[in-house]
């Protein structure tokens, strides 16, 4: 995955990123190679004084405001706690505003997207996702989507169960053979 922080402070972006990433399963593309960072990393700035307020400046650049609008949210929902987690309402005197969006849905701060996250059925599928990837010891290929789909969906039957996924997911196929990738590797 990634580091969530740049420097000993914190990162929306990049906490955004890694919740999309590693608990929705979404790719965020990497940014592009000529981005400027300045204004961003200008963190004793008076004029943009929060992290919120330097990251709205991609949000501007057509190039940037794509990613940075699916990733800037969720990681602004944790600007309360700084790179160590130490829990602050302001940065540079100003107070953080810790509110978004998240697929039409409201929150004011960490605390609040969490139901939403709840609710959201990217998380049980990717999780479901994680598991076998973690279990058959690779990515999962684009032939395996229709196994996941009925593994999710029988995840969701059994009321989200772990244990019962862990045994769908060792009963498998895939799970109990190994592929020529594997043994090459080895």
């Not at 010891?137 to 244990?163: H, I, K, M, T």
Request: aromatic share 6%; hydrophobic share 35%.
């Amino acid at each position: 995955m990634l580091d969530p922080t740049h420097e000993g402070r914190s990162s929306p972006t990049n906490r955004g990123k890694l919740v999309r990433e590693a608990l929705m399963c979404q790719k965020v593309p990497a940014p592009p190679a000529n981005v400027n960072f300045t204004a961003v990393q200008d963190t004793a700035s008076t004029v943009h004084p929060t992290a919120r307020e330097r990251l709205a400046i991609h949000q501007e650049n057509p190039v940037c405001a794509g990613c940075h609008a699916i990733t800037d949210p969720i990681g602004l929902s944790m600007e309360n706690y700084d790179a160590i987690g130490a829990y602050r309402q302001k940065e540079n005197g100003a107070m953080i505003d810790a509110s978004g969006k998240l697929e039409g849905q409201s929150y004011h701060d960490l605390l609040s997207l969490g139901p939403i996250l709840h609710d959201n059925p990217d998380i049980p599928a990717c999780l479901v996702q994680r598991t076998y990837e973690y279990g058959v010891g690779r990515q999962a290929s684009s032939g395996e989507e229709a196994w996941l789909g009925y593994a999710a969906q029988a995840f969701a039957r059994d009321q989200y169960r772990y244990g019962a996924l862990i045994k769908r997911i060792a009963m498998s196929k895939s799970f109990q053979t190994v592929s020529a990738d594997v043994v090459a590797a080895k």
